[in-house]
């Protein structure tokens, strides 16, 4: 049976249709007599390995009173390990997935790989730019065949749950091709999550490009590099799943041309993180139509 390249793409589109609607309930939180939880600014970690978020609202010489999202506790100050603020350094993220959000890295940075191949890092300007960088580092190829990408960001204006930030990208597809994008980019907390949507557009670059990619020894792999549009789109989400402080998903949907459908690309996945690190695990359904393994490890200072 033979699956048309329209269908495999309304089954990936419908996929991800899904995946959002059932991450947006796992991430609405269920009410109890206590606080809001999001009023609550730290998670407390006890040295038994257990976590929760609290604030701390009174102390004794040897206990701590603690609000949590239900009742207030006292707690003895030897059970407690440390106290981590929710909006630590792993809430700075500048981008979902691969998709940059508004809202800036700084103070601060990141250094990430992606698919064991891609580095990538980037740093905060106070609380306006974020500048980024990245190259691959795939064995055996050349430096003339590798990927690079540099960034530059700058949020706007930031309000309460609203972030609107402008942006530009210029990337190396091998030494020999170029693609320069700027973009504009809007950043909402909704419940938990925080959605995205950007609006780019091509402003160099060739619709077709022979690329080579120059391996070991005089191995040499040759494809036509098509890309078609200047203005595209695209969307992405990420949030904690089922109240947790440690496990999220990200899902974004991109396309490269508002006019042809069928350049739409998306992926979604896992996120399990601390206040430091996080790993993503997912799988990306990309124009051919193809599915892959999406994964990224990220650290955070």
């Known amino acids: ?45 006890m040295k038994s390995g257990d976590s929760f978020r609290g604030n701390v609202v009174g102390t004794t ?13 006292a707690i003895a100050k030897d059970l407690i390990q440390e106290f981590i603020p929710v909006n630590g350094p792993y809430t700075r993220r500048p981008h979902h997935f691969l998709m940059p959000k508004a809202s800036p890295n700084g103070p601060g940075g990141f250094i990430s790989n992606y698919e064991l191949g891609f580095f990538y890092g980037g740093f ?11 190259l691959s580092t795939v064995p055996s190829f050349s430096l003339s ?19 609107l930030a402008l942006g530009a990208t210029y990337s190396f597809i091998t030494t020999r091709e170029s693609y320069a994008h700027l973009y ?14 950007m609006l780019f557009y091509r402003v160099s670059g060739d619709e077709f490009a022979p690329v080579e990619l120059q391996g070991p020894g005089n191995d040499t792999t040759r494809f036509n590099l098509r890309y078609e549009g200047a203005l595209g789109i695209a969307l992405g989400i990420d949030g ?16 490269s041309d508002v006019t042809r459908p069928q350049n739409t690309a998306s ?20 124009p051919l139509p193809f599915v892959a393994p999406a994964m990224s490890f990220t650290w955070n200072f």
Request: aromatic share 12%; net charge negative; hydrophobic share 50%.
């Open 1 to 45: 049976m033979r699956i048309s390249y329209t269908t495999a793409l309304q089954n990936g589109f419908a996929l991800f249709c899904l995946f959002i609607i059932t991450t947006f309930l796992a991430t609405v939180d269920v009410k109890g007599q206590g606080v809001d939880r999001e009023s609550l600014k730290f998670i407390v970690v």
């Open 61 to 73: 010489d040897s206990t701590l009173l603690i609000q949590t999202e239900f009742n207030r506790v």
């Open 124 to 134: 905060g300007l106070d609380s306006i730019a974020t500048i980024t960088a990245g």
């Open 145 to 163: 065949s590798q990927l690079y990408h540099i960034g530059a960001k700058f949020t706007v204006e930031r309000r309460e749950g609203v972030a």
């Open 184 to 197: 504009a980019v809007s950043t909402t907390a909704l419940g938990n999550a925080h959605w995205s949507a």
């Open 240 to 255: 904690p799943l089922f109240g947790r402080d440690d496990m999220g998903f990200f899902a974004e949907i991109w396309n």
């Open 267 to 286: 992926v979604l996945g896992i996120r399990v993180f601390n206040e430091r690190a996080s790993a993503d695990f997912g799988m990306a359904l990309i």
